[in-house]
């Protein structure tokens, strides 16, 4: 075999080398919504599979996520883990579907289904009247201080209890005498009551409870009153979400 021979073979192994290669590793990296129910997230907007990701009937967007280079303990988002399957979604249109994961990015205040190791789908809570996960209920609400996704405690056609989830970087030091070295994400929580009045943060003591939910000196002695009767705790949310759903009786 001549020199001219064995270049021409050296060339087609090559080419077949870098067809293999391609091939593999476009099967391997392919991410699409389909991986992650495809019919739940195609009706997602509640439009023809036509309209899926037109501009008329976005139901998200999906994104690709690099991890940050270096350690930080905790995270940005709420829940612990993906996998908190059934996450049940309700969309504007009256739709129920059910998605495998879904978690809720404090730092973005966006609803987020993984779809590979690499990449997210962003939901369009636009399109979504709710998501519930592990129990609880999360819904864009436009307010005063801006639309915000929160999570809903309690809601009434009078008067919803509302819990707002952030992330808060609370940067390490370098002095020994402090126990805190490395950087950490905290999760925060704003609470905030929600009516006719508009909506109102709620500091979790007796006086700023009672100032939200009454609207004069009488009404607010019936709430201390029904607090104390019932042996309720004004810093307690769930004993705040019981005098909510009480609330005709009270005033």
């Known amino acids: 075999m001549n020199n001219k021979e064995i270049m021409r073979k050296l060339k087609i192994i090559t080419v077949l080398c870098l067809t293999i290669t391609t091939v593999g590793y476009s099967q391997s990296t392919q991410s699409s919504v389909s991986e992650n129910n495809a019919t739940a997230l195609k009706n997602l907007a509640g439009g023809e599979p036509g309209y899926w990701g037109s501009s008329k009937f976005p139901a998200g967007t999906a994104v690709r996520f690099i991890n940050p280079p270096r350690t930080i303990d905790g995270s940005i988002y709420l829940f612990d883990t993906w996998k908190n399957y059934p996450v049940v979604v309700n969309s504007k249109d009256k739709k129920t579907f059910t998605l495998k994961n879904v978690n809720f990015n404090l730092k973005t205040n966006r609803m987020v289904t993984k779809i590979s190791e690499d ?18 209920v999360f819904k864009k ?27 808060k970087l609370v940067e390490g030091s370098v002095n020994p005498m402090l126990s805190r070295k490395t950087d950490k994400l905290v999760h925060k929580e704003e609470y905030y009551i929600s009516n006719e009045q508009g909506i109102t943060e709620l500091k979790l003591k007796k006086k700023f409870i009672i100032d939200a939910i009454a609207n ?24 705040i979400k019981v005098a909510l759903k009480n609330l005709d009786n009270i005033l």
């Open 119 to 136: 990449s997210i789908f962003v939901l369009n809570m636009k399109a979504i009247e709710d998501v519930t996960i592990k129990g609880k």
């Open 141 to 167: 609400i436009d307010t005063e201080i801006g639309s915000r996704v929160f999570e809903v405690i309690y809601e009434s056609d009078k008067v919803s209890l509302l819990n707002f989830h952030s992330v």
């Open 216 to 239: 004069n000196e009488a009404e607010k002695s019936s709430v201390l009153k029904y607090f104390t009767r019932n042996k309720l705790s004004f810093k307690k949310i769930n004993d």
